[in-house]
T-cell receptor, first 112, second 113 residues
Framework: DVKVTQSSRYLVKRTGEKVFLECVQD?????MFWYRQDPGLGLRLIYF???????EKGDIPEGYSVSREKKERFSLILESASTNQTSMYLC???????????FGPGTRLTVT | GESVGLHLPTLSVQEGDNSIINCAYS??????FIWYKQESGKGPQFIID?????DKRQGQRVTVLLNKTVKHLSLQIAATQPGDSAVYFC????????????FGGGTRLMVKP
């Protein structure tokens, strides 16, 4: 059974804190993605990675960075959290030769 | 006042009725179209897909229709059940546009018992 896990379901952080969101997949997928999801705006791509140590900016990368040191793990980093980064964050993975993405359960981040 | 784009379209149906969820897409070169279902507190899950050279595809209780002329996609759910209550997203995939999915805004389906 395919599985994408995210380190936290709910997270509350203060403005200015550094925040790490972790995502792990056990399907040996090459591609991994980070999205944020806000009501009425759908899923917006923050960053994605084609392979280990490779990363590409998505549609809204400002204020975020990522790290992919191992194939199964893709981390999203908020260098200095701000209130407008309060959102649901979704991680996904897929094999390089398929379009179907498998999603994790999401992390609901609140920045106060 | 409320801002445009901050609210999810909602479809409310009676249990047992058929549901039709619509989606307009923008890229006429997309190769595949996918429907995802997202239940409360969970990540999106794949429901059904359709290739761009098809007009219709059926799954178990679900049918996807593709009208390329007007760039419109629909998801039909037969005999809607309470467990179908969720947010439904369409997504399009263009192989020549970075091997990524582009998602629609989503529609919330509420099933009344």
């Amino acid at each position: 059974d395919v599985k994408v896990t995210q380190s936290s379901r709910y997270l509350v952080k203060r403005t200015g804190e550094k925040v790490f969101l972790e995502c792990v997949q056990d399907m040996d997928h090459e591609n991994m993605f980070w999205y944020r999801q806000d009501p009425g705006l759908g899923l917006r791509l923050i960053y994605f990675s084609y392979d280990v140590k490779m990363k590409e900016k998505g549609d809204i990368p400002e204020g975020y960075s990522v790290s992919r040191e191992k194939k199964e793990r893709f981390s999203l980093i908020l260098e200095s959290a701000s209130t407008n980064q309060t959102s649901m964050y979704l991680c996904a993975s897929k094999p390089w030769d398929s379009y179907e993405q498998y999603f994790g359960p999401g992390t609901r981040l609140t920045v106060t | 006042g409320e801002s445009v784009g901050l609210h999810l379209p909602t479809l409310s149906v009676q249990e047992g009725d058929n549901s039709i969820i619509n989606c307009a897409y923008s890229n006429s070169a997309s190769d595949y179209f996918i429907w995802y279902k997202q239940e409360s507190g969970k990540g999106p899950q794949f429901i059904i897909d359709i290739r761009s050279n098809m007009d219709k595809r059926q799954g178990q209780r679900v049918t996807v229709l593709l009208n390329k002329t007007v760039k419109h996609l629909s998801l039909q759910i037969a005999a809607t059940q309470p467990g179908d209550s969720a947010v439904y997203f369409c997504a399009e995939w263009d192989l020549n546009a970075g091997n990524m999915l582009t998602f629609g805004g989503g529609t919330r389906l509420m099933v009344k018992p």
